[in-house]
């Protein structure tokens, strides 16, 4: 953060101490939907492998769940919108700069597919549509879970777009977590292994990947540990590791205990996105993460030269 | 029309009917904080009053650029008079300065005297790499035929994306409408060879509209012979091609480093990581399917 390394240097300076960005407009929707986005393709593609491995029972009830979360994803984004009634003008364009456009695509084909799929899982019908639907839900799915991290990272929030590389992978593994967690609740325990394999390794997955983000992001990252954010992600922590031992130990013989388990991960799971959307508000509103870095950059010669002094008659590259 | 000025949409996609890139030279080195722009913009363009109160940082109660704002004049009260540096100077000097003002009460803003008084009137850049354009997924931004970044009223659907994607935080929602709203640097006068309002209105010319190349030419200019003059702190910001959103369509001189106003001193437009973004997006997907696949078929019995 501020840059304070140079004895002559002033402290960090600000425009009455504003903003420099916009803190982002987006409503409590949006992590909600980074929620059942990941839980919705997580599931998708448990209930076609569970289908692959003959786990009749397991696919049956994933495939529901992953309609659930990619039925819900569209109506929270269209009711974030400023003008709801224009969420068709998403489809207008495909845009590959914009995560957001590929991200309604994504939605369309998943939500088509996943329709499908479920509606053979559960009754039996359009079975021949459905042998093509069920692995394209499933491929579907896998974006689905990771391009939220793409689309928060591709702004000028700092504690997103400093986290690009690592944000994916805490999505990922909380896809795996969120849907390993929810077929596990709803699966009778016997036939429920496979889910709570999953659940398992993806809430490990999330704990490792959350770990590995914070050493990385170095003071990038403090927007993570602090104020709200922090909160969320010391909730998410106790949460995912309370719900994985619950279900590890006593998960495989009680019904009860597999449930309050899952439903623990799954908490944890929405808190982990709280505490990312959070943090990227926080990073927004205070100029000193905005500022610092830049400054920084600017200082020690690694700036683009947005600001530049004449020097000897001609406009140089200015260094303070 | 310049090589140096191109975007990825002009003039590439209008063919013959692009027209030269136009843009601003806003040289605050000048401004006298009147706020006529801000006033002739709102006129003009029928942008909705912007009550913010009083919030006692100068003169400035606008605050910040936003949907309802789109000219906004930055004030800035520094203890510090033009061309001494207090590490220069002595700096028992700016303290009694300091004490002088806390003993008598005395408040003037004269240059000389160990005060003055900075004044920026700021507006949305209109990028050559524009990140609230790339990562709008309705289309309603583009590139109009004169280099400028603008927002279609009857597209923007109100996603919010390109609000955190401006470095600069331009764009904003408006409430009860719900949409987005910034300068479209005057787009129906521009069509009509006319001067945009702010700069027609601006009394010293701090703000100049023109053909983007000669007004880089004139800054140019300017900032050496302000530099000659003794303001050694006078920048030129977004004045080139080569920094972190390829140069801006509107441009500031600045007497000081980009912050003291509410500016970031290195933008970069988020699209430059569009590549690496992506492809940790699907390498994390492809780890979820692989690891799925392991997990729940290598447990099969
Ligand atoms: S300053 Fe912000 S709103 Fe204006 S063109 Fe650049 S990115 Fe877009
Ligand atoms: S709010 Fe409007 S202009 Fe901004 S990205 Fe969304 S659709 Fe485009």
């Not at chain 1, 425009?15 to 949006?30: A, C, D, F, S, T």
Request: charged share 20%; aromatic share 6%; net charge neutral.
């Amino acid at each position: 953060m501020s840059a304070t390394t140079g004895a002559t240097r002033p402290p960090q300076r600000s425009y009455h101490g504003n903003p420099v960005i916009k803190e982002p407009i987006w409503k409590p929707e949006i992590p909600w939907y980074f929620f059942t986005g990941g839980l919705g393709g997580g599931s998708a593609a448990l209930a076609y492998l569970a289908e692959l491995g003959g786990h009749e029972q397991l696919a049956r009830r994933a495939w529901p769940i992953a309609l659930g979360g990619i039925g819900v994803s569209p109506l929270l984004l269209i009711s974030d919108l400023g003008v709801p009634h224009r969420f068709l003008n998403m489809l207008r364009m495909f845009k590959v700069t914009s995560p957001m456009s590929v991200g309604s695509w994504l939605l369309v084909a998943g939500g088509a597919t996943t329709t499908v799929a479920a509606t053979n899982a559960l009754t039996g019908r359009l079975a021949g549509p459905a042998r093509l639907a069920k692995p394209a839900a499933a491929l579907v799915g896998l974006p689905i879970s990771t391009y939220t991290a793409a689309l928060i990272a591709q702004t000028a929030v700092p504690a997103w777009h400093g986290a690009r590389r690592e944000l994916p992978a805490i999505f990922a593994a909380g896809a795996a977590a969120s849907a390993g967690a929810a077929a596990t609740i709803a699966t009778p325990v016997r036939h429920a292994a496979p889910a709570r394999r999953v659940a398992l390794a993806g809430a490990a997955a999330e704990l490792l990947s959350v770990q590995a983000m914070e050493q990385w992001l170095g003071a990038v990252g403090e927007p993570y540990h602090v104020e709200q954010a922090g909160t969320y992600a010391r909730a998410a922590r106790a949460l995912t590791v309370g719900g994985a031992l619950l279900i590890g130990a006593a998960g495989a013989r009680s019904r009860v205990a597999a449930a309050v388990g899952g439903g623990m991960v799954l908490a944890g799971a929405v808190c982990e996105r709280w505490s990312v959307f959070k943090a990227g508000l926080q990073s927004a509103r205070d100029p000193k993460y905005v500022v610092g870095p830049q400054r920084e950059r600017v200082d020690g010669g690694r700036g683009h030269g947005a600001s530049r002094r004449a020097l000897d008659g001609r406009v140089a590259e200015g260094a303070r | 029309m310049s090589e140096r000025l191109r975007t990825h949409a002009w003039p590439g996609t209008y063919d013959g009917e692009a027209k030269p890139r136009m843009g601003f030279f806003t040289d605050t080195s000048i401004c006298i904080g009147c706020k006529a722009c801000e006033v002739a913009c709102k006129e003009w363009n029928r942008v909705p009053e912007s009550p913010q109160g009083f919030t006692g940082d100068s003169y400035d109660n606008t605050v910040d650029l936003g949907a309802n704002s789109w000219r906004h004049v930055a004030f800035v009260e520094q203890r510090k008079p033009l061309g001494i540096d207090a590490a220069e100077r002595s700096l028992a000097e700016a303290a009694n300065l300091d004490q002088l003002v806390a003993e008598t009460g005395l408040q003037t803003y004269q240059e000389g005297d160990g005060l003055r008084w900075l004044m920026a009137s700021d507006v949305c850049k209109h990028c050559t790499e524009a990140a609230c354009l790339e990562v709008c997924p309705t289309g309603a931004l583009f590139r109009t035929e004169f280099g400028t970044v603008v927002v279609q009223e009857d597209v923007c659907n109100g996603c919010g994306y390109c609000v955190p994607a401006c470095p600069f935080g331009v764009l904003d929602q408006r409430e009860g409408d719900g949409r987005v709203w910034k300068c479209t640097l005057c787009y129906d006068r521009l069509k009509d060879d006319q001067e945009p309002a702010c700069a027609q209105a601006c009394p010293t010319d701090s703000i100049q509209f023109g053909e983007l190349d000669d007004l880089r030419e004139r800054a140019r200019a300017r900032v050496e012979a302000l530099a000659e003059a003794g303001a050694e702190r006078a920048q030129l910001y977004l004045a080139g091609d080569d920094d972190g959103i390829g140069g801006a369509g509107a441009f500031f001189l600045l007497l000081d480093d980009p912050e003291v106003y509410g500016l970031p001193p290195d933008p970069v437009d988020a699209t430059r990581d569009l590549g690496s973004t992506w492809a940790a997006a699907g390498v994390a997907a492809a780890a979820l399917g692989a690891a799925l696949a392991a997990v729940v078929l290598g447990g099969r019995r």
